[in-house]
């Protein structure tokens, strides 16, 4: 019962927060927007960044909504994006920030949206997050697993660039079995928590 769980809570929130596309509120948190591009709320993004975001996704594939969780539908050079505290789109980008500048100016047909370096893509972050998956759905992993009582949750962040792997017990000792069963990877951060709402 508890390794299921877990991977409700994984999924759930995994598909919430992964969509790539999160609002930054006025504390700096992110808020996810759903696959319709509306946020928990059922509002849509403000104006201009809504549409960009729109325009940069169609330019990885015209069927990126259906495509969203897969690794393989981001390009390298692609960590995530969200719309910052002026309302203005955000796209994250790993490499050289002013010539991806110049490559999504000409994709998304204007200036108007900032450019921040980040250092994993966020393909790389899918890929840890379905490491995670892989783990919390083995059937030979026991319920009791010191891993499987103490996870709470985790998924990609693109504010932060990480994945955020949330232990209800946080110590070394569970922070280094974590890393050698799961996946040990630079693009995870580790938090004490629990999913707000799903707990």
Same mark, same amino acid.
Request: hydrophobic share 50%; glycine share 12%.
């Given at each position: #019962? =508890?390794?299921?769980?877990?991977?409700?809570?994984?999924?759930?929130?995994?598909?919430?927060?992964?969509?790539?596309?999160?609002?930054?509120?006025?504390?700096?948190? &992110?808020?996810?927007?759903? @696959?319709?591009? *509306?946020?928990?709320?059922?509002?849509?993004?403000?104006?201009?960044?809504?549409?960009?975001?729109?325009?940069? =996704? @169609?330019?990885?594939?015209?069927?990126?909504? *259906?495509?969203?969780?897969?690794?393989?539908?981001?390009?390298?050079?692609?960590?995530?994006?969200?719309?910052?505290?002026?309302?203005?789109?955000?796209? @994250?980008?790993?490499?050289?920030?002013?010539?991806? /500048?110049? /490559?999504?100016?000409?994709?998304?047909?204007?200036?108007?949206?900032?450019?921040? $370096? *980040?250092?994993?893509?966020?393909?790389? #972050?899918?890929?840890? $997050?379905?490491?995670?998956?892989?783990?919390? @759905?083995?059937?030979?992993?026991?319920?009791?697993?010191?891993?499987?009582?103490?996870?709470?949750?985790?998924?990609?962040?693109?504010?932060?660039?990480?994945?955020?792997?949330?232990?209800?017990? #946080?110590?070394?000792?569970?922070?280094?079995?974590?890393?050698? *069963?799961?996946?040990?990877?630079?693009?995870?951060?580790?938090?004490?928590?629990?999913?707000? &709402?799903? #707990?």
């Amino acid at each position: #019962m =508890m390794r299921w769980c877990g991977i409700f809570v994984f999924l759930v929130f995994f598909a919430v927060a992964s969509c790539g596309r999160m609002y930054r509120g006025g504390d700096g948190t &992110g808020v996810a927007l759903s @696959a319709a591009g *509306v946020d928990d709320a059922g509002v849509l993004p403000e104006g201009l960044a809504g549409v960009l975001y729109e325009r940069l =996704m @169609a330019s990885f594939a015209d069927d990126w909504r *259906v495509r969203e969780m897969d690794p393989g539908l981001y390009p390298d050079f692609y960590g995530g994006a969200f719309v910052g505290d002026d309302g203005r789109l955000v796209v @994250a980008v790993t490499g050289d920030g002013a010539a991806e /500048r110049v /490559r999504l100016a000409g994709i998304l047909g204007t200036e108007d949206f900032v450019v921040e $370096s *980040v250092a994993y893509s966020y393909g790389r #972050m899918l890929r840890v $997050s379905d490491s995670i998956e892989v783990f919390l @759905a083995d059937g030979d992993v026991a319920e009791d697993h010191l891993l499987m009582r103490r996870f709470a949750g985790a998924f990609p962040d693109v504010t932060v660039n990480r994945v955020r792997v949330l232990l209800t017990v #946080m110590d070394s000792v569970t922070v280094r079995l974590f890393r050698e *069963v799961v996946v040990d990877s630079p693009v995870i951060m580790f938090e004490q928590g629990e999913l707000p &709402g799903l #707990m």
